[in-house]
């Protein structure tokens, strides 16, 4: 090591393994030698890093009004850390575990400050969470015709359905009665009578496999006279 100080005292940071020590010059010449070196110091410098995660129950993909628990686990903590959970960014609760109902597009981080005298960085942050919230759908079905039709005219229905799926199942029903072999938002037939009834029922394909039904359609069909 160089001379990096003179003077009496020396302060400084120190990183491990380094080596310290004082060297004394004297101009008294009364002494045998002018020059005396101190016992040397070497310094281990213990490197405390902090970190946090985040386990979800049930997860972050969730069906509307279900709870969520959020729960740290730190590590290098120190006898007294202090836990901070952020929602959104605004600071929400403190402890190991959070309790909440999401909303969609939610998202939740904690952030850990340890007691660790030698811990570096404090505080740490954990990764975020961001939360998907299948809603339930919902349904409506629309005919191309206006309300009469002639008979054996062709009529499309469409359901038109308003969710956060990413797909849905289609069951429509023609007097109560299921339509076979249409999986479909669109259903075509020509085969009605008066007063014919239409409806479709839609399940979401996720988690939540949430279910919706149409309005009811009445067919008024109207049949020319023949003279």
């Given amino acids: 090591c160089g001379n990096v100080f003179t ?8 990183n491990n393994n380094d080596r310290v020590f004082c060297k004394l010059s004297t101009g008294n010449g009364c002494f045998s ?8 110091i070497q310094f281990t410098v213990s490197q405390i ?10 997860g972050d993909t969730v069906c509307v009004g279900a709870s969520v628990s959020c729960t740290a686990s730190g590590v290098n903590t120190g006898a ?8 959104n960014d605004s600071n929400v609760a403190a402890g190991t575990v959070y309790d909440f109902t999401p909303q969609q597009g939610d998202r939740v981080y904690c952030k850990l400050t340890s007691s660790d005298p030698c811990a570096a960085p404090a505080p740490v942050s954990s990764a975020i969470s961001a939360f998907q919230v299948f ?11 206006g309300p009469v039709i002639f008979s054996g005219t062709s009529v499309l229905f469409t359901a038109s359905v308003a969710g956060n799926g990413n797909s849905y ?3 429509w029903t023609k007097n109560g009665q299921p339509v076979t072999g249409n999986n479909s938002n669109v259903y075509s037939a020509g085969d009605f009578n008066n007063w014919d ?28 006279l023949t003279i």
């Fill in 7 to 14: 003077g009496s005292t020396y302060d400084f940071i120190p």
């Fill in 33 to 40: 030698s002018t020059n005396a070196t101190s016992n040397t």
């Fill in 49 to 58: 890093i902090p970190s946090v995660s985040v386990s979800l129950d049930p």
């Fill in 80 to 87: 007294t850390p202090s836990y901070q959970w952020f929602l």
């Fill in 135 to 145: 809603v339930t759908p919902t349904v409506t079905i629309a005919a191309n015709t």
């Fill in 169 to 171: 199942d289609y069951q």
């Fill in 197 to 224: 009834s239409v409806k479709c029922v839609v399940t979401e394909n996720s988690v939540c496999a949430g279910k919706a039904t149409s309005n009811t359609l009445l067919v008024d069909t109207y049949h020319p």
